[in-house]
């Protein structure tokens, strides 16, 4: 007979052996974006495919752009794959510059790491290990090519042996994906949006710098049958003609536009929704 604290003890065990999964990447800025899909985009430094790359949004070198991901736990990863990539294969916008040097950070750990100028991926161990369920890839140094871009193909990071890939996105085929788009909530002000996540939810953030602190929500969001767009949320649900189009940075960019089913009223059609939405 196994007790309450053995049973709860192997619940947390089991938890803990959950693979872990990225669940959102995000980039300072990408090479646009194309019929609602990503083009270029951060996810694609996370796809575990060299012929596919994350390419930095603006023109020249792209030094302090960078990538922002979270993990559906925290992890600890005691090795690194990364693959700068063939950048001539990466797009019709010809050759591409090459990232020269890398960081690996959170809040409590940076790691720095000087890339081979070469398409040859290679794998490094991470003395210590990243913790964390956080991580930011930066550019700090580039080989200029005379590209118009900076490109970068992979990134992997290893928790044993096992690698962490990206989590299956939560969508309905043929329609756009919402990782890593934002929508402000209370506009004009910058402190309050919401984040999509690949497994299908999506988190109502405030900014930690606020005075007043105020705890994060979680949601659901899915795309329904007639390609309406529904946001769930302790109960209440939205739904609305939904719009995913790039804005200048190239990332995409979500606009809502009635007419509405659900309680809650748009307040900017462009960039969010009314300021009571939650």
């Not at 590209?147 to 043929?174: D, N, S, W, Y």
């Given at each position: 007979m196994?007790s ?6 192997c619940l ?5 052996a959950?693979?872990?999964t990225?669940i959102y990447a ?19 430094l996370f796809?575990g495919?060299d012929?596919?790359a994350w ?10 752009e960078?990538v922002?991901v979270?993990?559906n736990?925290a992890?600890r990863?005691d090795r690194i794959r990364?693959?700068?990539?063939n950048?001539?294969?990466?797009g019709?916008?010809g050759?591409?510059?090459?990232p020269?040097?890398l ?14 100028d070469?398409?040859?991926p ?12 956080q991580m930011v ?5 580039v080989y200029n090519?005379?590209g118009?871009?900076t490109?970068?193909?992979?990134v992997?990071?290893f928790?044993g042996?096992r690698?962490i890939?990206?989590a ?9 994906s ?5 929508v402000?909530?209370?506009a ?5 949006f919401?984040?999509?996540?690949r ?11 606020m005075a ?7 949601g ?5 049958p007639?390609?309406r767009?529904?946001l769930?949320?302790a109960?209440d ?6 719009m995913v189009?790039?804005?200048d940075?190239?990332?995409l960019r979500l606009?809502l536009t009635?007419?509405y ?5 748009p307040f900017?059609p ?7 939405l939650?």
């Amino acid at each position: 007979m196994v007790s309450g604290l053995s049973a709860l003890g192997c619940l947390a065990a089991v938890a803990m052996a959950a693979p872990p999964t990225i669940i959102y990447a995000n980039a300072t800025s990408q090479l646009g974006a194309r019929g609602g899909t990503w083009e270029h985009g951060a996810a694609d430094l996370f796809d575990g495919r060299d012929d596919t790359a994350w390419c930095v949004g603006t023109n020249g070198l792209g030094i302090r752009e960078r990538v922002g991901v979270e993990f559906n736990r925290a992890i600890r990863a005691d090795r690194i794959r990364i693959a700068a990539g063939n950048p001539v294969a990466f797009g019709a916008f010809g050759p591409a510059n090459r990232p020269r040097v890398l960081t690996i950070s959170n809040m409590s750990y940076a790691w720095q790491v000087v890339l081979p100028d070469d398409a040859e991926p290679f794998e490094l161990p991470l003395p210590p290990p990243f913790t964390g369920s956080q991580m930011v890839v930066q550019i700090e140094n580039v080989y200029n090519h005379g590209g118009r871009h900076t490109c970068l193909a992979e990134v992997t990071l290893f928790e044993g042996r096992r690698p962490i890939r990206l989590a299956p996105m939560k969508a309905q085929r043929g329609q756009p994906s919402l990782e890593g788009v934002w929508v402000r909530i209370e506009a004009p002000s910058p402190e309050t949006f919401i984040v999509f996540y690949r497994d299908g939810r999506f988190r109502h953030r405030h900014n930690p710098d606020m005075a007043e602190r105020r705890p994060d929500r979680w949601g659901r969001w899915s795309w329904q049958p007639d390609a309406r767009l529904r946001l769930e949320v302790a109960g209440d649900r939205l739904d609305g003609d939904a719009m995913v189009s790039p804005h200048d940075d190239g990332r995409l960019r979500l606009a809502l536009t009635g007419p509405y089913l659900g309680r809650w009223v748009p307040f900017v059609p462009e960039t969010g929704f009314a300021s009571d939405l939650f």
